[in-house]
C-alpha cells in the first residue's frame, strides 16, 4: 500500500491511459484502419451491384464478346491464400523465438503476394478489354485495380518486415513489426477472395 501510495505521489502530468489486456492500442488502429478500407471497397462493391443487378439495362456478366480468364485467377487465388498461412507461421514462429522460421515465413509470403501482383498485371495485358469497353470493364478494373493497390502497399510493409527480421529486430516479446503486416495481409486475402467469388465466379 505504501508503495502505491509513493508511486502516486511522485507520478507527475495526466493519469495512465487504461490499457486493454487483450488487443493492444496498435493493433487496435489496424483493426480500426481497415474496417475504413472494408468502407472503401463497400463503395465499389456498390457501384459493381448496381451496373449488374440493380441497372435494368443490365448485359450479361460479362458482355459478349469479353470472357474472364477464371482459370488464371483461381490459380492466383490460391497462390494469396497459401501466402496467408506462410504469414502465420512466421508470426508463429517468432512468438516461439524461432528466428529462422519467421525468416522463411516472411520470404516465402512476400514472394507469392509479388507473383499474385505480376500475374494480375500480365492478366491485365492479356484481358481482351480496357476500361473505355463499357460500365464492366470499368467495375472489373476499378475493384480489381483497388485490391491491386492493396497488394502493392501490403508488400512494402512485408518488405520492410523482412529487411527488419533479417537485422534482428523482432523477438518473441516484440514482434509488434510482424504481426501488424500480418493482419493487413490477411485482410487483402480475404478481400480478394470476396473480389474473385463476385467477379470472377457470380
Do not use: C
Request: no cysteine; aromatic share 14%.
Amino acid at each position: 500500500m505504501s508503495a502505491h501510495v509513493e508511486a502516486t505521489e511522485h507520478h507527475h502530468g495526466p493519469p495512465v491511459a487504461n490499457q486493454s489486456s487483450r488487443v493492444s492500442s496498435t493493433v487496435l488502429g489496424m483493426f480500426l484502419f481497415i474496417a475504413s478500407e472494408a468502407m472503401l471497397f463497400g463503395s465499389f462493391f456498390t457501384a459493381y451491384f448496381f451496373v449488374r443487378v440493380v441497372n435494368p439495362s443490365a448485359e450479361p456478366w460479362p458482355p459478349e464478346p469479353f470472357h474472364l480468364p477464371v482459370f488464371v485467377a483461381g490459380v492466383n487465388t490460391a497462390i494469396l491464400l497459401t501466402s496467408s498461412f506462410t504469414m502465420h507461421w512466421a508470426l508463429q514462429s517468432i512468438k516461439r523465438g524461432n528466428r529462422a522460421g519467421m525468416k522463411a515465413g516472411l520470404v516465402l509470403t512476400f514472394a507469392m503476394g509479388l507473383a499474385f501482383l505480376l500475374t494480375q498485371m500480365i492478366e491485365y495485358a492479356h484481358v481482351g478489354f480496357n476500361t473505355g469497353d463499357r460500365a464492366f470493364a470499368s467495375v472489373f478494373f476499378g475493384l480489381t485495380g483497388l485490391h491491386g493497390a492493396h497488394v502493392l502497399i501490403g508488400l512494402t510493409l512485408l518488405g520492410m518486415a523482412t529487411v527488419r527480421a533479417f537485422r534482428g529486430h523482432f523477438t518473441a516479446e516484440h514482434h509488434h513489426g510482424v504481426e501488424l503486416p500480418g493482419i493487413y495481409w490477411h485482410f487483402v486475402d480475404i478481400m480478394w477472395i470476396v473480389v474473385y467469388a463476385t467477379i470472377y465466379l457470380l
